[in-house]
């Protein structure tokens, strides 16, 4: 199976950028989509950026033009580089893989890491 780890949350002002990372180990050869989502208080968790194991990306429409997700596959990293952030963008966020391994499908989640934007 896959585990995942996230880090680089925190607080930041409007305007201003964060990089998020998250690091894959395990079955990391079996991944096939990647990416991060976020959940606000008393909302639903939406999609923030996915990319597939053959490069492609897709972003959540709150994001695009803002956000840019990227994947080291030789350090078995992903990364989500956040600029000109908004309030609305304060929300935990997730990092998620899935694929399939010795043992089968897999869809798995990070413990998340907080993202708090101050206007």
């Known amino acids: 199976q896959v585990q995942l780890v996230e880090s680089g949350g925190g607080l930041v002002q409007a305007g201003e950028s964060l990089r998020l990372s998250c690091a894959a180990s395990?079955?990391?050869?079996?991944?096939?989509?990647i990416g991060w989502y976020r959940q606000a208080p008393a909302k639903r968790r939406e999609l923030v950026a996915v990319v597939s194991s053959g490069g492609n990306t897709k972003y959540g429409d709150s994001v695009k033009g803002r956000f840019a997700i990227s994947r080291d596959n030789g350090k078995n990293m992903i990364y989500l580089q956040m600029n000109n952030l908004k309030p609305e963008d304060t929300a935990d966020y997730y990092c998620n893989a899935d694929g399939n391994d010795s043992w089968g499908p897999f869809d798995v989640w990070g413990q998340g890491t907080q993202v708090t934007v101050t206007s």
């Open positions: 395990g079955s990391t050869f079996g991944i096939e989509n």
